[in-house]
């Protein structure tokens, strides 16, 4: 059975930074799609970033391009997400995602998920 598990969330000053963590267990995570979306209070779960198990192809939101990066260590089977110059904007639960078909952006294409980690950004 395929587990996911987030950490890393917190309060942070606008500006400031974090990093994000999440292990897929379960499955070979070296051939795992993972991604991480988010959701702010009343808005709908949107796309963050993801990387394909082969670690091509990476790819961001507009919003959080230049200031997150996603990563991953398959010796770990972990996949982290750094975040810099962190904007109120990016207060959200973070969710970490995982499928073992195509990499996507899509919420529907992953069927793994975690349980989330509250990220806040404020002063």
């Known amino acids: 059975q395929v587990q996911v598990l987030e950490s890393g969330g917190g309060l942070v000053q606008p500006g400031g930074n974090l990093r994000l963590s999440c292990t897929a267990s379960?499955?070979?995570?070296?051939?795992?799609?993972m991604a991480w979306f988010r959701q702010a209070p009343g808005k709908e779960r949107e796309f963050v970033a993801r990387?394909?198990?082969?670690?091509?192809?990476?790819d961001y939101t507009d919003s959080v391009k230049g200031r997150f990066t996603i990563s991953r260590d398959n010796a770990k089977g972990t996949v982290y997400l750094q975040m810099n110059n962190l904007e109120p904007e990016d207060t959200a639960v973070y969710y970490c995602?995982?499928?073992?078909?195509?990499?996507?952006?899509?919420?529907?294409?992953?069927?793994?998920w975690g349980q989330g980690t509250q990220v806040t950004v404020s002063s």
């Open positions: 379960g499955r070979t995570f070296s051939l795992a799609n």
């Open positions: 995602a995982a499928n073992w078909g195509l990499s996507s952006s899509r919420t529907s294409a992953y069927p793994y």
């Open positions: 990387i394909p198990y082969s670690g091509n192809d990476i």
